[in-house]
C-alpha cells in the first residue's frame, strides 16, 4: 500500500483544514487508517483511527470535538477534517494504513505510512 497525504497548510486559529490520504496497492477497504502527528521537539502522537468498515472511529483527547476521521472506500481515501484548530496542532500529520483493519492508536501496529503533510496554525 502507498500512501499520499495532502491538504495542509497554513491556517489562522480557529480556522478549518482537510486532509487527504490517497492509498493505492493493496486492497484499501481492508485496511484500518489513522492520522498521527509530529510536533517541532516532539514524538510522534496518535491523532484519530477509523475501522476498516468505517463503523468505528477513535480520537486522541486533545482532537476529540474538533476533528473527524472518515473514508471513502470508492475513492481509496480517508480524511481528517480538522476544525477549531489552535496553534498547538501545529505539526507534520502523517497517515498509516493497518492490516488487521481494526481502530489502534499504536504506531507499531500500523504497516504503511505516508509522507506526512505540514499544519501550521498561526495565533
Known amino acids: 500500500v502507498q500512501l499520499q497525504a495532502s491538504g495542509g497548510g497554513l491556517v489562522q486559529a480557529g480556522g478549518s483544514l482537510r486532509l487527504s490520504c490517497a492509498a493505492s496497492g493493496r486492497t484499501f477497504s481492508n485496511y484500518a487508517m489513522g492520522w498521527f502527528r509530529q510536533a517541532p521537539g516532539k514524538e510522534r502522537e496518535f491523532v484519530a483511527a477509523?475501522?476498516?468498515?468505517?463503523?468505528?472511529?477513535y480520537y486522541a483527547d486533545s482532537v476529540k470535538g474538533r476533528f473527524t476521521i472518515s473514508r471513502a472506500s470508492a475513492k481509496n481515501t480517508v480524511y481528517l477534517q480538522m476544525n477549531s484548530l489552535q496553534p498547538e496542532d501545529t505539526a507534520v500529520y502523517y497517515c498509516a494504513a493497518n492490516s488487521r483493519g481494526w481502530v489502534t492508536t499504536q504506531e507499531y501496529e500500523y504497516d504503511y505510512w505516508g509522507q506526512g503533510t505540514q499544519v501550521t496554525v498561526s495565533s
Open positions: 477509523i475501522s476498516w468498515s468505517g463503523g468505528s472511529t
